[in-house]
T-cell receptor
Framework: DAGITQSPRYKITETGRQVTLMCHQTWSHSYMFWYRQDLGHGLRLIYYSAAADITDKGEVPDGYVVSRSKTENFPLTLESATRSQTSVYFC???????????FGPGTRLLVL | AQSVTQLDSHVSVSEGTPVLLRCNYSSSYSPSLFWYVQHPNKGLQLLLKYTSAATLVKGINGFEAEFKKSETSFHLTKPSAHMSDAAEYFCVVSDLSGTSYGKLTFGQGTILTVHP
């Protein structure tokens, strides 16, 4: 199906473990984004990517790593998970004009 | 710098009555404005967007919003609420100035409850 998908949808992990959240889009959008959603903070931008092999930090990048070897995929890695990274993570991509972002269904991550 | 204020954290209406969700924004440039809806445990779905064309914007599911520059507002309305409208709604401003993509600033969200 066309659109933007995320996997896994739910993840429980332990402090110190490495976790990778996957994002895949079928629109061939150039821009892709990772946000986290937390109560009291709304959505905050973690990282974004303008194209394959081009990534940049957002508002809250510490503790996260991204890569983009292919246009359609934009994985987010927590190298050593901490409890403060418990959150809902949303991936998004934007249309050619860059204005409108379309969001995936989210990944709920719990770090114990 | 841009900012978004959603004036109500919770709105409760009866089914069949009008819905009004209020949003004020601040932006140094002519912004693009959006409303997104998030149903429980779901992603964010785009309801409608304003991008400097008509000031009255129609979206999906009978929602519409009016851009009022003089009041810096972008309120979301619907004439008749349906039970399926119960969700959280986010007003979002996008600023393309200085970047090649729309940097989004989200409001804190308004939870809409619809009573039978």
């Amino acid at each position: 199906d066309a659109g933007i998908t995320q996997s896994p949808r739910y993840k429980i992990t332990e402090t110190g473990r490495q976790v990778t959240l996957m994002c895949h889009q079928t629109w061939s959008h150039s821009y892709m984004f990772w946000y986290r959603q937390d109560l009291g903070h709304g959505l905050r931008l973690i990282y974004y990517s303008a194209a394959a092999d081009i990534t940049d930090k957002g508002e809250v990048p510490d503790g996260y790593v991204v890569s983009r070897s292919k246009t359609e995929n934009f994985p987010l890695t927590l190298e050593s998970a901490t409890r403060s990274q418990t959150s809902v993570y949303f991936c998004a991509s934007s249309d050619p004009g860059g204005e409108t972002q379309y969001f995936g269904p989210g990944t709920r991550l719990l770090v114990l | 710098a841009q900012s978004v204020t959603q004036l109500d954290s919770h709105v409760s209406v009866s089914e069949g009555t009008p819905v009004l969700l209020r949003c004020n924004y601040s932006s140094s440039y002519s912004p693009s404005l959006f409303w997104y809806v998030q149903h429980p445990n779901k992603g964010l779905q785009l309801l409608l967007k304003y991008t400097s064309a008509a000031t009255l914007v129609k979206g999906i599911n009978g929602f519409e919003a009016e851009f009022k520059k003089s009041e810096t507002s972008f309120h979301l309305t619907k004439p008749s609420a349906h039970m399926s409208d119960a969700a959280e709604y986010f007003c979002v401003v996008s600023d393309l100035s200085g970047t090649s993509y729309g940097k989004l600033t989200f409001g804190q969200g308004t939870i809409l409850t619809v009573h039978p």
